[in-house]
């Protein structure tokens, strides 16, 4: 057993009360990783309290039955603080200026660029999510249970795309095999996951594909606001759409550059075929992984996408 897992094992032993908070706008891991946690650590009769700044997004809020997740803030007093699925400290959002820094920090994440922001990090860049490690560590601390297994495989599910996305590993599929043993109703998982949209989504895509700009080996989605009052969808129902400009043979690389009410752009960068775009978007200031990264700029869609295009162009062509 590793030297961390072992210190936040006997972290978990010798404190009774723990925060576990993740980054704005929850995914599917977070969400799954954030609750498997709390469970497992309810198990042992410790106290838990989730904090999110957003709420789990209509894909995500029915998995919370209990309404574990809470984005109402107050006096965090807790003796050990979880950051799950960060790759930065700001990526917590607004409860950064209230949780005490001199809380003993647990920082458990998969994504490669992760500042080591905690007193002890358990970062591991080979892992397809957030809880395949916290798989591991449940899985020393308690039995696991088919609840608990079903949100963990919900978190390995979304973060592999159903195990279409290169972070997909043995490993991965492993750990997902014993999460099946425990009783996890897979049919179920994908159908509350993949196959429950709202109609206004689905609508949406249809407009964003339409207006998909295809080079040679790269493409480019844009979604305005005036595209989401169009079809009375959210920002959370472009969810997973950039992987539509991955999926058409011989492009290596595609971003999906999102209008926001605040004047800021959203923009999500995926690659196939060895081609890396965690740089760009390390360029401006976001981060990810080689084949999934992403990053938020203020500017004008239009001036933007013709700079994109320019940098893509350049990347796709190195490769
Ligand atoms: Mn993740």
């Keep these: 057993m590793g030297k961390k897992i072992k210190e936040v094992l006997s972290l978990i032993k010798n404190n009774k009360k723990f925060l576990i908070v993740s980054h704005k706008n929850p995914d599917g891991d977070s969400i799954g990783s954030e609750i498997a946690l709390a469970l497992g650590l309810r198990k042992l009769g410790k106290k838990v309290y989730i904090y999110n700044q957003d709420p789990p997004s209509n894909r995500y809020s029915r998995f919370d039955k209990a309404g574990l997740i809470h984005t109402d803030k107050k006096e965090f007093n807790e003796d050990i603080i979880f950051i799950v699925d960060c790759a930065e400290i700001d990526r917590i959002g607004n409860i950064k200026d209230e949780i005490n820094f001199k809380k003993t920090i647990i920082n458990i994440d998969h994504h490669i660029s992760n500042e080591k922001f905690g007193d002890i990090n358990i970062v591991k860049g080979d892992y397809s999510s957030t ?189």
């Design 131 to 319: 809880a395949e490690i916290i798989y591991e560590l449940l899985d020393k601390l308690i039995d696991l249970d088919k609840d608990i297994a079903t949100y963990l495989y919900i978190g390995i599910l979304t973060d592999t795309g159903s195990f279409r996305y290169p972070n997909t590993t043995s490993h991965s599929l492993k750990v997902a095999a014993e999460l099946v043993d425990y009783g996890v109703i897979t049919s179920q998982v994908s159908e509350f996951v993949w196959f429950s949209d709202p109609p206004a989504r689905i609508k949406l895509l249809g407009d964003v594909l339409q207006r998909i700009t295809l080079h040679k080996n790269f493409s480019i989605m844009i979604v305005t606001k005036d595209m989401l009052k169009k079809w009375g969808a959210k920002e959370e129902d472009t969810e997973e759409f950039v992987n539509y400009g991955l999926s058409i043979k011989g492009i290596k690389a595609t971003a999906i550059i999102k209008e926001k009410d605040d004047g800021m752009l959203k923009v999500s960068l995926r690659s196939k075929n060895g081609v890396s775009i965690q740089e760009l978007a390390a360029e401006y200031g976001g981060g990810g992984h080689k084949t999934a990264a992403g990053f938020t700029i203020r500017g004008d869609l239009e001036t933007f996408k013709n700079e994109l295009e320019g940098k893509l162009e350049k990347i796709v062509n190195k490769f």
